[in-house]
């Protein structure tokens, strides 16, 4: 494999050295764009910047990652931040399921579609 770009090592070592602010870059993004970044990076340095991301944030990114690399990124995580981004998958599922629901319903469930 030939090095990587100029950039790309900067970007490298910006996570390696900065890891808190590297997370809080990403989270200052949108979800695409930090999606793009760590399907850049090494998935330990992914991992690194997804331990440090909102509970959240880090389910909508990993649920847009490449199946292989959402796997080798949780497969570093602590079981309890795993757990946690999970639970946070979970809720976006049901909150979207709910939505659906909600909008289909002929009941009085109308008014809680702001969840």
């Known amino acids: 494999m030939t090095d990587p770009p100029a950039l790309l090592r900067v970007i490298q070592r910006y996570f390696e050295r900065n890891p808190d602010a590297a997370a809080h870059s990403l989270e200052t993004m949108t979800e695409e764009e930090a999606v793009e970044v760590l399907k850049l990076l090494p998935s330990q340095l992914s991992s690194q910047a997804v331990k440090r991301l909102h509970g959240g944030f880090a389910a909508r990114v990993l ?3 490449p199946a292989e690399l959402f796997r080798d990124i949780v ?3 602590d079981p309890e931040h795993g757990a946690s981004i999970f639970f946070h998958l979970a809720l976006a599922e049901m909150s979207i399921r709910f939505r659906l629901f909600c909008s ?11 969840i």
């Open 75 to 77: 497969g570093q995580l």
């Open 63 to 65: 649920q847009q990652l």
């Open 104 to 114: 289909h319903s002929k009941s009085g469930f109308r008014g809680f579609t702001s």
